[in-house]
């Protein structure tokens, strides 16, 4: 069965930084793409960072210049460098990986920067 883990959330506060890693298991083929997304309480689920295959990345405007995302070579890993974080970056961050036929999410890891 796949399965998507995230990992390094955390409280941090204002200006802070923080590094999330979503690592993967089980068979997972034909991948199109790996991402992010985060869900605020009271808002809508948005994307914050996604990369493709072929190293093809889209952010946010709310996040360029401040998150960086990154996949694994030859694995199917993707990692989210969050810097300069602002309070309004506190949502659960999930880690998505997006193929042919099928999603697949992890089960989110919360992110809280206070002020």
């Known amino acids: 069965q796949v399965q998507l883990v995230e990992s390094g959330g955390g409280l941090v506060q204002a200006g802070g930084s923080l590094r999330l890693s979503c690592a993967t298991s089980?068979?997972?083929?034909?991948?199109?793409?790996m991402g992010w997304y985060r869900q605020a309480p009271g808002k809508q689920r948005e994307l914050v960072a996604a990369?493709?295959?072929?190293?093809?990345?889209n952010y946010a405007d709310s996040v360029k210049g401040r998150f960086t995302i990154s996949r694994g070579n030859g694995r199917i890993t993707v990692d989210l460098q969050m810097n300069s974080l602002k309070p309004d970056d506190t949502a659960v961050y999930y880690c998505?990986?997006?193929?042919?036929?099928?999603?697949?999410w992890g089960q989110g890891t919360q992110v809280t920067v206070s002020s």
């Open positions: 998505n990986v997006q193929t042919r036929w099928w999603d697949y």
């Open positions: 089980g068979s997972i083929l034909f991948v199109n793409s």
């Open positions: 990369v493709t295959t072929d190293n093809i990345t």
